[in-house]
């Protein structure tokens, strides 16, 4: 069952500031961001782990409530270059099986 | 430069009609996984693979086969293809690290029509 993002899609001015939401039904053990620009490849952002650990991006941040089994990404300050579809990915127990949510489409306008 | 590569970036091919799709990484990674992405249902799993001669099914594994002879490459096999197939499709690898817990890296995608 893959994990549900919210809000499905968001615009932003530029420097405005922005938070996706990723829940899920099932336990999880590490919950892995992406961001895929149009056209291209997911790309990695941050990984966050049981008992707190972070990985990741220097500019975005991230959180992850084990015990309400969600996480939430936050974008600050938001730049151009930040429009893509970004995807929360639910780990249960190792990396290699992922299951993606449906993604957030952001758009960050001038 | 570390890359994960995918043979062909794009395939028109009929109903039935046999397919492989190559992915090949040159980052020594243990870790490779299969997904497809179709508008509205994001990335989705298809198979993965731990070493050579190691795989699992991944989510959405109906209609798919894969095989790992060789850490670097994963091919996906489509043995009778169908239009339901239809979609773009990504390579994946990971070092793996503590727990297996490593970022991705993503190949260009391949996108298949199956007419």
């Known amino acids: 069952q893959q994990p549900v993002q919210s809000p499905q899609a968001v615009i932003l001015r530029e420097g405005e500031d922005a938070v996706i939401n990723c829940s899920s039904s099932k336990a999880l053990y590490s919950v892995h961001w992406y961001r895929q620009k149009h056209g291209e490849a997911p790309v990695f952002l941050m990984i966050?782990?049981?008992?707190?650990e972070q990985k990741g991006h220097e500019k975005i941040s991230a959180s992850f409530n084990e015990k309400k089994q969600q996480s939430s990404l936050y974008l600050t300050a938001s730049q151009l270059s930040y429009s893509g579809t970004y995807f929360c990915?639910?780990?249960?127990?190792?990396?290699?099986?992922?299951?993606f949510g449906k993604g957030t489409l952001l758009t960050v306008n001038p | 430069e570390a890359q994960v590569t995918q043979n062909p970036r794009y395939l028109i091919t009929v109903t039935g009609k046999k397919l492989t799709v190559t992915c090949s990484q040159n980052m020594n990674h243990e870790y490779m996984s299969w997904y497809r992405q179709d508008p509205g249902l994001g990335l989705r799993q298809i198979y993965y693979?731990?070493?050579?001669?190691?795989?699992d099914k991944g989510d959405v594994p109906e209609g798919y086969k894969v095989s790992r002879k060789e850490k670097r490459n994963f091919p996906l096999i489509l043995e009778s293809p169908s239009p339901n197939q239809t979609s773009l499709y990504f390579c994946?690898?990971?070092?793996?690290?503590?727990?297996?817990?490593?970022?991705?890296?993503f190949g260009p995608g391949t996108r298949l029509t199956v007419t």
């Open positions: 693979s731990m070493n050579v001669e190691v795989t």
């Open positions: 990915g639910r780990s249960g127990g190792s990396n290699y099986k992922l299951t």
């Open positions: 994946a690898s990971t070092r793996g690290g503590t727990g297996g817990y490593a970022e991705q890296y």
């Open positions: 966050l782990l049981k008992g707190g």
